[in-house]
C-alpha cells in the first residue's frame, strides 16, 4: 500500500470530528454482491491466499442532486501494526442518496494468523458550495456554450465529516469448504433376514476448494466402515455404504463424517452460478388454506436458471441431477404436507399464476411430470391461470423476483394452497403473515432430517415362506473298502422354500458325523461333500434326510508263516482248505443276500 494514502488517512481520522451528516452505514464480509444491499454475507474466517471481498454502503450521502464520497480501508494485524489499506472513491449526478463500494483482497501468505481489525472510513467529501454554484450556472453554460454536464467538486477528508466503523476477521492456515450432506436413503425400505442393503446419500461442495474428507458408517452405534469422500468444488457426489446382513428387528443407522464444515441438510440446497440457495421453507395458515413461501428457487432453480443466468431455460436431463432431483422431492414434500392439512382428496388441480415469470412456464409442467413419475402424485395440470380462473384450482404455483400476494389471499383462505416460488436470492418484501418452520414438512414424504436412520428389517410377504431342502443324488466312493480306508459322501441340496440358514446333518449307523448350517436363497442348490473313514469291519449304512446307502468294510489278516508251513501242503489237507474256503464264501454271500432283504424292507 502507498504510505503516503495510509498516513492521510490515519490524519485525517484524527483530526476530523465525527459529525457527518451520512444517515446510515452498513460494512459486511461477503462473497457474492449484486446491487446495493445485495450480497451474499459469509463468515469472516480466512486461509491464505483466500481473497476476501468487504462490502461497505452508505446512506444519506446526496446533497444538491450529487454525492461524493471516499471509503477507506486500513487493516491491522493481530499485534496491532497496520499491514494493508486501499482507498476507494465513488461520485455521481443525480437524485441517488445510496452508495456502496467493494474492496477486494488476497491474504497473503507471510501473514501471522489470528484475528484482525478493518477500520474502514466513509468520507462525504462534497463540495455542496461549488456543486450549488455548478448547477446554478448549468442553464447559461448550456445555452451559451452547450455544455450539459454538471463537475462534482471535493473537499479534503480533513475538512469533512465522516463515519468510522470497526470490524473484523480471522486467518488460519487453511479454511475447509462448506459441504451439505442430504437425501439419504435405503436402496429396499424391506429386506429378508441375511440379505445385503445399500444407503444412498448426495455431498454437495460449495465451496471455492476441493473438499477431502472421511464418513464412517454406524450401524447400532458400531462402527463398520468408512469411506473417503472427494469432492470438486461447487460438484456434487453419490456415495454408497453397503449395509451388511442384518438380523430381523429395528436397527440405527447412521453416517458419520470426519469433517467440521459439514451441513446436514433438510431444505435442500439448489446451486445457482454463483449463489447456492439454501434458506428454509417457510408455511404460513390463511383461513383454510397454505402460503408457502420457498426462497430457495426450487422451481426455476431446478432448471438451472434464475435472475442470474438469463436465457431460455433447460429441464436436465439423466439418471440423477442434483437441483432437478432436489426441486421435485422437495416440492413432493410440500404437496404432501399441504394437501393433507386441507382434507385433499384425489386428483390435486395445479396452475401456474399469470404473474409468474415467464420461464417458469416451461420448466414447472416437466417437474410436475417428474414429480408424478418419482412419486405417483395424483398431479394435473392446468396450465397458466389468472385471478379470476382459480375456482377449480387446488394448488397455485406463483414463481416471481418479488411477488405481490394481495390479489390471491380470498383464494387461500377459501382453502387453496399457494406455494410462492422466489426467482431470485434476495426477497425484499415483506409480508404480514405469520410464516414459521415446519419440522413434519421434511418428513411427509421424503425424509430430510439428517442421515440418521432407523430402520426395520423383516420379511416381505411374498417371502415370507421358512427354507424347504430337497436333497438328490446321494453319492458313494466305494461299496467295499478296507478298514482305515476314506469313503467320499457326497449329495445335492435344493432350496424349494425362503430363504434363510438351515443345519445340515449326516449319519453313519445312526451316528451324526456331519453337521454344518448352510445358508440358502430360493431356488439356489448347493453340492455337498465329505468324508468317513471306517474303523473296524462290518456294514455301514449312511443316511441323509431319510435317504440311505451301505457300503462294506473288511479287516487285513497278516499271518506269521514258519519255513516249515511253507512247505508244499499235502493233497488230504489243501483239499479240506478248499473246502472250507467254499463254505465261508457261502456264508458271506448269505450274509449279503439277507442285509439286502433287511434294507428292502
Not at 463 to 481: A, G, Q, R
Amino acid at each position: 500500500m502507498n504510505v503516503r494514502i495510509l498516513l492521510s488517512i490515519l490524519i485525517a481520522c484524527f483530526l476530523s470530528f465525527p459529525a457527518s451528516a451520512i444517515s446510515e452505514v452498513n460494512v459486511k464480509f461477503v462473497s457474492y454482491v449484486k446491487d446495493f444491499g445485495l450480497y451474499v454475507e459469509e463468515k469472516p474466517l480466512y486461509g491464505k491466499n483466500d481473497e476476501v471481498k468487504v462490502y461497505v454502503d452508505a446512506k444519506g450521502v446526496n446533497h444538491f442532486r450529487a454525492y461524493s464520497v471516499d471509503f477507506a480501508f486500513v487493516i491491522y494485524d493481530p499485534e496491532g501494526y497496520p499491514v494493508l489499506g486501499a482507498l476507494e472513491h465513488k461520485e455521481g449526478t443525480g437524485w441517488e442518496d445510496e452508495v456502496y463500494a467493494v474492496y477486494t483482497f488476497k491474504i497473503p501468505e507471510n501473514w501471522i494468523n489470528g484475528k484482525y481489525k478493518l477500520d474502514v472510513y466513509v468520507f462525504d467529501v462534497l463540495n455542496t458550495t461549488a456543486t450549488y454554484q455548478e448547477y446554478k450556472s448549468f442553464v447559461d453554460r448550456l445555452i451559451e456554450k452547450g455544455e450539459a454536464s454538471i463537475s462534482v467538486k471535493e473537499k479534503s477528508r480533513k475538512d469533512v465529516d465522516y463515519v468510522k466503523k470497526t470490524v473484523y476477521f480471522t486467518v488460519v492456515d487453511y479454511v475447509p469448504p462448506k459441504v451439505y450432506l442430504f437425501d439419504s436413503h435405503l436402496k429396499a425400505k424391506e429386506l429378508p433376514p441375511g440379505m445385503n442393503n445399500s444407503l444412498i446419500f448426495t455431498a454437495f461442495n460449495s465451496g471455492e476448494k476441493p473438499a477431502k474428507f472421511y464418513v464412517w458408517l454406524y450401524i447400532d452405534g458400531k462402527k463398520v466402515s468408512k469411506k473417503k469422500v472427494e469432492i470438486g468444488a461447487k460438484k456434487y457426489l453419490r456415495v454408497e455404504f453397503e449395509i451388511p446382513q442384518l438380523e430381523v428387528g429395528k436397527h440405527r443407522i447412521e453416517v458419520v463424517p470426519e469433517w467440521n464444515n459439514v451441513v446436514y441438510a433438510k431444505g435442500l440446497p439448489i446451486y445457482v452460478p454463483p449463489i447456492v440457495f439454501d434458506k428454509p421453507v417457510l408455511i404460513s395458515e390463511i383461513g383454510k388454506g397454505f402460503i408457502v413461501l420457498s426462497k430457495n428457487n426450487y422451481v426455476l432453480g431446478s432448471g438451472g436458471v434464475s435472475n442470474e443466468k438469463q436465457g431460455n431455460p433447460s429441464f436436465p436431463t439423466g439418471e440423477y441431477d442434483m437441483n432437478r432431483d432436489n426441486a421435485a422431492k422437495m416440492i413432493t414434500n410440500i404437496l404432501a404436507y399441504t394437501w393433507q392439512k386441507v382434507n385433499g382428496k384425489g386428483d390435486i388441480d395445479v396452475a401456474l399464476y399469470i404473474k409468474s415469470d415467464d420461464r417458469a412456464e416451461k420448466v414447472l409442467p416437466e417437474l410436475l411430470e417428474y414429480i408424478s413419475k418419482i412419486s405417483g402424485a395424483p398431479i394435473k395440470y392446468k396450465g397458466v391461470v389468472s385471478k379470476d380462473e382459480l375456482e377449480d384450482v387446488d394448488v397455485l404455483f406463483y414463481v416471481s423476483p418479488h411477488p405481490d400476494l394481495s390479489d390471491l389471499e380470498e383464494f387461500v383462505k377459501k382453502g387453496g394452497i399457494l406455494i410462492v416460488d422466489v426467482s431470485t436470492y434476495w426477497l425484499q418484501i415483506s409480508y404480514p403473515y405469520d410464516f414459521r418452520e415446519v419440522e413434519d414438512l421434511y418428513r411427509s414424504f421424503f425424509d430430510f432430517s439428517s442421515l440418521n436412520k432407523t430402520v426395520f428389517i423383516k420379511l416381505v410377504t411374498e417371502l415370507k415362506l421358512p427354507p424347504e431342502l430337497k436333497y438328490e443324488n446321494l453319492t458313494l466312493s466305494d461299496f467295499l473298502v478296507n478298514v482305515g480306508e476314506e469313503v467320499k459322501i457326497s449329495f445335492d441340496v435344493k432350496n424349494v422354500g425362503g430363504p434363510g440358514k438351515v443345519p445340515i446333518s449326516v449319519f453313519v449307523n445312526d451316528e451324526e458325523v456331519y453337521n454344518e448350517t448352510v445358508e440358502f436363497f430360493p431356488n439356489e442348490q448347493k453340492h455337498i461333500e465329505l468324508t468317513y473313514v471306517p474303523q473296524k469291519e462290518g456294514a455301514y449304512k449312511v443316511t441323509v434326510d431319510g435317504i440311505s446307502k451301505v457300503f462294506f468294510a473288511k479287516e487285513i489278516k497278516k499271518e506269521n508263516v514258519t519255513a516249515k508251513e511253507k512247505a508244499t501242503p499235502k493233497p488230504e489237507m489243501k483239499r479240506r482248505e478248499n473246502a472250507a474256503l467254499v463254505v465261508a464264501l457261502v456264508g458271506i454271500l448269505a450274509v449279503l443276500i439277507a442285509i439286502r432283504l433287511y434294507l428292502r424292507k
